[in-house]
Every structure is written in C-alpha cells, then in structure tokens.
C-alpha cells in the first residue's frame, strides 16, 4: 500500500477500470477504491472507467466524473489481462493492476496479484486496512467493497473464502454499513425473476453431467431482461446432485457471438473457458462461442474436465 500511496501523490487525475461484462466484484472493487481516494486525496480528480451499461449499476448509486486533461494514473482492478479491460489504458502515464485472477498479464508498473483472494474486493479491502490508522473508508466505500466479497463468495460459500476473507469483512463492518440492507439490494427479486427460472427449469438441458440453458435473442426479449442479466442467472442450476458442471449460454447479437458463464462443483475448468477465448477462475469461468456449431466441442472439453475429478 505504501507503493501505492507513494505514485498516487505524483499524480492528479487517476482512472478507474475493470473488466468488460462486469459482476459485483469488478464493480465493488472500484467503487469502493473510488470513494477511498474521493475521501482521502481531494485534490486527484478520480474517474471510473467503462461501460455501464449492466443493471448490476444501479445497486452502487455513484457519481461519473468528468476526466481532464491531466497527467494521469491508471488502476487497473479484477482484471487478468490486457484484453479483457473495458477502456483505453495507454492514456495513463503508469498502471497498477490489483487482481485475484490466475496470472497471465502483469502488464502495471505495479502488480499487485493474489490468486489464492476470494476476489479483487478482498485484496482492495486489505489494502486500505493496512492504512487505517492514517486514511479512512466511508461507508459508501465499504458498502461497495461488502458487495463485491459477497458477490464472489457467494455470500462466503465458496472454496476461496478463508480467514483473510472475514478480516476483510470485518473490517469493512467498522465503518458502520447495513449488512441486511445490502442483502436485500443484491437479492430481493422481482416477479420477472420466477418468470425467467421458469423458463430455464422448463427449458435446460443435460449432457452427461453437464447442464446448461440457453437464451437466444428472442427469448431475451420476450422475458424482458439484457443478455447480462440472462448469464446472472446461471447458478439456478446449481447444487444438484446430478450436475458437476452447470452453463448459461446467451445471445449477444451486439458481437454476433454466445457468452458462456461456467460453473463447476469440483472440476477445473477455467483452462476449458481460455481455449473459447475466456478464462477465470477454477470453478467459475466465462467464454465465448461464435456459434451453437461450437456447443458440441465446449461440452466434450466439459467432460474432460469432469474426468480429471
């Protein structure tokens, strides 16, 4: 953190990026190191970076700045690699990247990446405790970096939640945020939501211990929800006996490709994402199929992996 601070007081304008398709995690991490560098360093004009464009946004009710035209620093959070930042960082002078991804890019002038952290929100969060003593989080920061551990912990259920997990939390509870308040933000549904988990129950599919349902363009439309919030639902097939790895596979006819967010019980299957031009995590990853045609060779990469168990 003290590398941190110290290339911080060289500049006066910092952005903010994450990764495209953002989750809680990529949002939280940001907003939450928004409002930390807001509260502590006034004088750095603080922008957030990217498209938002997801209706995850509107959970975080905060501010875009303006950028200027200034020198300017890049931190680069919950993001593996170059390609998948949602921004053009070759404006920043220099850039840190924080992240809980497997590495394959270290492209910041400062790396700051730790596989083994349940997510980039954890990381970020340790990072302002070590400062505590002489910088502060307000709630609004802590909310948000409370929702972005939930968001990849899935409320602390995962394999990656360990003691460094809760002495994040614990911290982010010091500054006074509403724990139930965020819960019922991430989790209250709306009647659409049982309309949607009807039509993947009425619909999914089973391919050997492989589920997984799809959502084309029109059935989108028809259930009244974005191709982001199609994916989201993915873990509606998850914790079933049966099931080792679960899939949600929806249209997006903005790129005329698929986008496949993958979920695995035991099997590792992030390698499997980054042979469809993703990657991940090992039991959460997400990729891409130019067409249905390439379904058939994502399941037997699917099976494979379920076969190394």
Not at 129 to 150: C, P
Request: overall charge negative.
């Amino acid at each position: 953190m003290d590398k941190i601070i110290n290339l911080l007081k060289q500049y006066k304008q910092v952005f903010l990026y994450r990764h495209i398709n953002p989750d809680y995690d990529a949002f939280g991490s940001t907003v939450g190191m928004y409002y930390f560098l807001k509260e502590n360093f006034p004088e750095i004009n603080v922008v957030l970076k990217g498209s938002f464009e997801n209706v995850l946004w509107e959970k975080f009710n905060t501010p875009i700045d303006e950028e200027k035209e200034l020198p300017t620093l890049g931190i680069v959070i919950d993001t593996a690699n170059r390609e998948r930042i949602d921004g053009d960082i070759s404006v920043c002078e220099k850039i840190i990247k924080i992240d809980h991804h497997i590495v394959v890019d270290s492209y910041g002038d400062i790396n700051i990446e730790d596989a083994t952290a349940s997510s980039a929100s954890q990381i970020v969060s340790l990072l302002l405790e070590e400062v505590k003593d002489v910088y502060s989080l307000n709630e609004q920061g802590a909310r948000a970096l409370y929702m972005g551990i939930i968001g990849d912990t899935n409320r602390f259920m995962y394999r990656s939640t360990d003691a460094r997990t809760f002495k994040a939390a614990s911290y982010l509870l010091e500054s006074g945020i509403n724990i139930e308040e965020i819960y019922q933000t991430m989790y209250l549904r709306e009647e659409k939501d049982l309309k949607v988990t009807q039509f993947i129950l009425n619909n999914y599919k089973v391919n050997d211990k492989v589920a997984y349902y799809i959502l084309k363009d029109e059935d989108l439309k028809e259930l009244g929800i974005s191709r982001e919030e199609g994916s989201s639902y993915v873990n509606t097939l998850a914790n079933v006996k049966e099931f080792e790895v679960w899939c949600a596979i929806t249209e997006n006819t903005k790129d005329n490709v698929y986008r496949v967010s993958i979920r695995s019980r035991n099997a590792i299957i992030n390698e499997v994402a980054a042979k469809f031009g993703g990657g991940g995590h090992a039991l959460a990853s997400g990729a891409t199929l130019s067409s249905l045609d390439q379904l058939e060779d994502l399941l037997s990469s699917l099976h494979d992996a379920i076969s190394m168990i």
